[in-house]
């Protein structure tokens, strides 16, 4: 075997390549706990069910970024400045516009995110609490980019946000217009809860890649956003709806799956790096599924009746014996259709939910920050001739 020069030594052996980083640590955290055996989750100590079940999107936004929950008076001057970030400058409005058309939003969002620096006329005492407002400026203001790209896209108007609204019920309100219903500004709620945070997946260790340079926080998430917007990472949601579209209706989902299967493709909203069981997010989103399909209209219900087969099939054939179980995103798409929410926002909306992950991991990483250069095994020539171009064949 060829011997390489690696930081000054001579290297004999091939050295143990992790791909992917599977299974490697990189640094540590008290943001998320992740325990991909037993299907847990802990934002800060605090059960996923326990949040989703008794916690809003404003307040566990807070507990991810001050790392404890807040008082009644703290959560509500942070409910406050979440508000006063909500509107969007004109010149943001007017880029939405241009772009909504003709690409897809999750573009449309990283090039508003990455543009937000140009309308910030604030200035801070010190960089932490540079940190803290940008953050809450970006988790704020990116549902409002959300709703309105998606009203552009329909040949709406932009609509200014409502005071009197949480979040949740803020984007409902600043998507269509009209005041929302409380029970699908609570569901969404929680779908922003359980979206909001994930240790150092695919995203999250983007932006903290981006910002170990020292870069800034808004270039930090603008990277965060790109690397979520491909099918194996946030993209599944909308993917996963689409098979279900594709599929049609529940009888043709065991030949679907096998054709799928035996062609080697994915079954989308399915399998996970680190559970090797049920994502207990998408336990709780299941669990909202089967309510809402008491009441929902008729193709939430058929969309549901989908699921529920492809579900059992899956299990049965790749849950217990190569561990690909249901992921975050596999209830998600009804549960949206069902708020009126339109499946080319579904990802965008993962990205606005998850920018207080990325945000705190960000600003945790900088306080003990390192560069970001892992190593790659250089295994092509050296010390190739260099032949003019004229007698090369
Ligand atoms: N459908 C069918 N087979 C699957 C699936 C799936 N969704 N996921 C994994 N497998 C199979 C692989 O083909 C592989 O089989 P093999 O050992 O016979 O070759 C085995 O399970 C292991 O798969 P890996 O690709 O090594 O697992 P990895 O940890 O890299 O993949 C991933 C995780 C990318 C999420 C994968 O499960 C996948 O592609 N799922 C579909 C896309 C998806 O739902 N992504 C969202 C994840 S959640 C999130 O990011 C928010």
Request: with cysteine; aromatic share 10%.
């Amino acid at each position: 075997m060829a011997s390489y020069l690696l930081l000054g030594k001579e290297m004999q052996e091939k050295p143990t390549i992790n791909l992917g980083l599977e299974g490697v640590y990189f640094s540590e955290s008290r943001i998320a706990m992740i325990d991909g055996i037993n299907g847990r989750l802990y934002y800060c100590g605090y059960s996923i069910a326990s949040l989703a079940e008794n916690s809003t999107y404003e307040e566990t936004c807070y507990l991810i970024l001050h790392g404890r929950l807040p008082t009644s008076e703290e959560l509500e001057k942070f409910s406050a400045m979440m508000k006063s970030f909500r509107d969007l400058p004109d010149g943001i409005i007017r880029l939405i516009k241009e772009m909504a058309r003709n690409t897809v939003p999750m573009d449309t969002l990283r090039t508003a995110i990455s543009a937000l620096p140009a309308y910030q006329s604030n200035k801070y005492e010190n960089p932490e609490e540079e940190n803290f407002a940008e953050s809450v400026n970006i988790i704020s203001k990116s549902a409002s980019i959300i709703a309105a790209i998606e009203r552009f896209r329909n040949g709406q108007d932009y609509i200014k946000p409502n005071a009197s609204l949480g979040h949740a019920a803020n984007f409902l309100y600043m998507l269509k217009g009209s005041p929302p219903d409380e029970k699908h500004s609570k569901i969404l709620d929680v779908m922003m809860i359980l979206h909001a945070e994930h240790g150092s997946n695919a995203s999250t260790f983007t932006s903290i890649a981006a910002a170990s340079t020292l870069s800034d926080l808004y270039s930090a998430i603008t990277a965060g956003i790109s690397a979520l917007k491909g099918p194996l990472h946030g993209g599944a949601d909308e993917a996963a709806l689409r098979m279900l579209y594709a599929i049609g209706k529940p009888e043709n989902t065991a030949k679907y799956i096998d054709d799928a299967l035996s062609g080697k493709k994915r079954i989308m909203g399915f399998g996970h790096r680190i559970y090797k069981t049920y994502d207990p997010r998408a336990r709780i989103i299941k669990k909202y599924l089967e309510e809402l399909e008491n009441d929902a209209n008729g193709e939430v219900r058929k969309l549901a009746k989908i699921e529920m087969e492809a579900e059992k099939i899956m299990i049965d054939k790749l849950g217990k014996q190569k561990g690909i179980w249901p992921n975050v995103d596999f209830f998600s798409g009804p549960v949206y259709i069902s708020l009126g929410i339109s499946k080319e926002i579904f990802t965008p909306l993962f990205a606005a939910s998850r920018s207080v992950g990325w945000c705190a991991h960000v600003i945790e990483y900088w306080k003990n920050n390192r560069l970001i250069r892992p190593l790659d095994y250089y295994t092509g020539s050296i010390d190739l001739e260099y032949l003019p171009i004229s007698e090369r064949r």
